[in-house]
């Protein structure tokens, strides 16, 4: 049941309700945490979320997808992550960190891609395409080292664990799919080569930073296809990965939903396949938006976590309202999400309740 406690690795989660990776934009420069955000996430870690993943933070100075996000590239960022661990512990809710290489998309540093560059990318990715370098494999093994590099600091800081994100086009998300990934060495090609270096990835985490350290890996299940994308499940898994959390990848793939699951789209759909092909515990994530579409995937068995960005970005305390039955203040569903320019100032969700709440007095 979705507001039953449940465990992950040894950890007690409150619930089964994620908040997943959302980046703060403009709340910092050159990686710091900010007390901002800090302070943010100890009003989501009150609002009662069994489990927070922090917000993309760059694995190489040179790899951001946005000069606002936090680093985690040297050991000075420790202790802001140290205090990331003690305000979310001290709710009682395990953290895990979300780290990231922008690869293509990458504002602070050259764009970086496995293999020649598909005409079918956009936006971003498509203006950087032109200038898009391809990686040499002695510069892979380095980026690998980097991103365990940067578990290790996580787990000294007390953050119970990492998400690689190999989704949304960036670094790792290229290498997962066929369609980005034209490598011919052992790196690219077949499936195994393809989700190399996150395995590769995994490994070294697990050997750097134990065994009770959590490894999840956020990925587009269906790249390109859904049985492409439960070949690279069964893959994590068998390398060390403790949980899935299933979005879209390298060029926003989508799948037909079939009419039984009419009420989701294509990526929680995604995940309810993928969670019939491996053992691990799976996150459905994206526009999920209701609890009775949380009830139906958790209390369904469908899978075993479900996230919520922005209902809990218009409203701390959406969970916990929700499991009282009591109002919360609503996502306004803007066509480009605020958050992703000046976060919380600009959230029309957030600027009504303020003004609900000036008028009557609270
Ligand atoms: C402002 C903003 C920042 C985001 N940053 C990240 C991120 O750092 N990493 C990531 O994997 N997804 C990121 N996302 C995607 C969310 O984690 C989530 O998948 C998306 O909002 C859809 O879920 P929802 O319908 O529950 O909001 C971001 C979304 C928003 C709105």
Redesign the pocket.
């Given at each position: 049941m979705i507001f039953e406690k449940c465990r992950l690795k040894g950890r007690l989660l409150k619930n089964h309700i994620v908040f997943?990776?959302?980046?703060c934009?403009g709340w910092s420069a050159h990686g710091e945490m900010s007390e901002r955000r800090l302070e943010h996430y100890r009003k989501v870690a009150k609002g009662g979320a069994g489990l927070i993943i922090s917000?993309?933070s760059a694995v190489n100075p040179e790899a951001m997808l946005t000069e606002s996000q936090p680093g985690i590239w040297s050991d000075s960022f420790i202790e802001g992550y140290e205090k990331l661990a003690g305000i979310c512990h001290a709710e009682g809710v395990p953290v895990t960190v979300?780290i990231n290489h922008a690869g293509i998309k990458s504002v602070t540093g050259e764009p970086l891609v496995p293999g020649p560059v598909s005409s079918d990318i956009s936006g971003r990715a498509k203006r950087a395409g032109g200038r898009a370098r391809e990686l040499a494999s002695s510069e892979i093994t380095a980026i690998e080292d980097q991103f365990a590099a940067a578990a290790l600091r996580l787990k000294k800081a007390g953050i119970d664990g990492v998400e690689l994100?190999g989704?949304?086009g960036f670094l790792l998300s290229y290498f997962l799919s066929p369609v980005t990934n034209k490598r011919g060495d052992e790196y690219g090609g077949s499936a195994e080569n393809r989700a190399r270096i996150v395995t590769d990835i995994i490994k070294k985490i697990r050997a750097g930073c134990g065994g009770e350290f959590i490894i999840g890996i956020?990925y587009g299940g269906a790249t390109p296809s859904l049985e492409d994308g439960a070949v690279l499940a069964k893959l994590f898994e068998d390398s060390g990965c403790d949980i899935l959390d299933i979005?879209t990848g390298a060029l926003g793939e989508a799948v037909p939903v079939p009419e039984k699951y009419v009420e989701f789209n294509s990526c929680v759909y995604t995940a309810i396949e993928i969670k019939k092909r491996v053992s691990i515990p799976v996150i459905a994530?994206?526009?999920?938006?209701t609890i009775e579409k949380g009830k139906i995937l958790v209390d369904g068995g469908l899978t075993d976590f479900a996230?919520?960005?922005?209902?809990i970005?218009a409203d701390y305390d959406w969970v916990k309202k929700t499991e009282q039955g009591k109002e919360s203040a609503r996502c306004l569903h803007c066509r480009s999400?605020r958050?992703?320019t000046r976060a919380f100032d600009d959230c029309p969700a957030r600027k009504r309740e303020q003004r609900r709440a000036a008028a009557s007095g609270n």
């Open positions: 997943p990776a959302v980046v934009f917000e993309a979300q994100h989704a949304h956020r979005s994530s994206n526009s999920v938006g996230a919520y960005a922005r209902n970005l999400c958050w992703f």
